[in-house]
């Protein structure tokens, strides 16, 4: 109904055309087939929401509604590096139109890809993008910025670009348009620079946080990265060794700490994540169960140059322990921490 009421607004308003994140939940309730889209795009498959659909399969198969109910003649846009998208291809009718993409760090070419990445590099400005020689390269003049950092905003500004090459949006538009894009409130959001870089991200899958510490990897260079995080409870327990994995590989310091709990236990869940940073093998583990006191700690162990990373919660303004959802902001617990240091 939320879809229903917006589109009617927007319609009321002379709009014409839509750009709508679909949930998998609600592709697999039959949005799709609802609500036909002329253009269906696909980044990648992550574990994140696979326990809402009961399997990997599942998961997939609700995806892939988007693509197998495109009409005759219209797109889809692909990564070329993700095996899943292999598997979307093969379901997708044979007259929709394929337009392909690549970040080489997603993996290596498995289908020819219309529109790759050469270089990609990371400052604390954001993402510059060299691309390979190829039509669609071309029409965007070889070169694409984004104000986000880090490798997987790339890959995104790719996909974009992409689909919007395909609905005949010119290509000078589409370079403004993704350099004009604003960062994204808890998508490696700076809320401070220097001397120490503290960023808050959303990462909570074993897949985002790895990509989360690269792009901290990359602005600290030969300084250290700094990584609070911890795993959220009620679902997916799978996920958590593999999470804290991720970070023990890449960090210099790895703080686990509480996410939302929700009803179970938070030493149990930070146990599990911590088996896991220590299983990494190059992080030093820390772990301070009240998550005000792990960032500070971070802070406090920060040196200049260095790059601290608070993950997992991004924007949200609450934590959930238990039944109760209390009032908490990363963004807002460094920025009160930094002014009382100052």
Known sequence: QGYLDAFEQAAGAGCRDAAV???????????????????????NLSRDHVSQHGSWEHYLASKAQLFVHLGPGQSAVLNAADESALLIDRVTPEDVKRVWYRVPSRGPELCASDLTAREVR?????????????????ALGGNLRTQLIGEVFAENALAAAAGALAAGVDGATVVRGIAECPGVPGRFELVARA????AVDYAHTPDALARTCDAARALAGRA???????AGGGADPEKREPMGRAVGQRADVAVVTNDNPR????????????????????????????????????????????????????H???????????????????????????
Not at 224 to 230: M, Q, S, T
Not at 326 to 331: E, K, Q, R, T
């Open 195 to 198: 001397p120490v870089a503290i």
């Open 122 to 138: 990371v400052s604390i400005d954001g993402t510059q993008i060299a691309l390979e020689p190829s039509p669609l390269a071309d």
């Open 316 to 342: 949200e303004r609450g934590q959930t322990i238990g039944a109760e959802t209390l009032p908490f902001s990363d963004a807002e617990e460094v920025q009160q921490l930094l002014g009382g240091h100052g």
């Open 263 to 314: 009803r179970e236990d938070p030493k149990a869940i930070a146990k599990a994540v911590t088996r896991g940073a220590e299983r990494g093998g190059r992080a030093y583990v820390v772990v301070e169960l009240d998550r005000r006191a792990a960032i500070r700690q971070a802070l406090e162990r920060a040196r200049a140059g260095d790059v601290v990373v608070i993950a997992g919660k991004g």
């Open 224 to 230: 250290r990265v700094i990584v609070v995080f911890g």
């Open 21 to 43: 994140e679909v949930t998998s939940q609600a592709l697999a309730q039959g949005y799709a087939k609802r609500w036909r889209f002329d253009l269906a795009v696909f980044t």
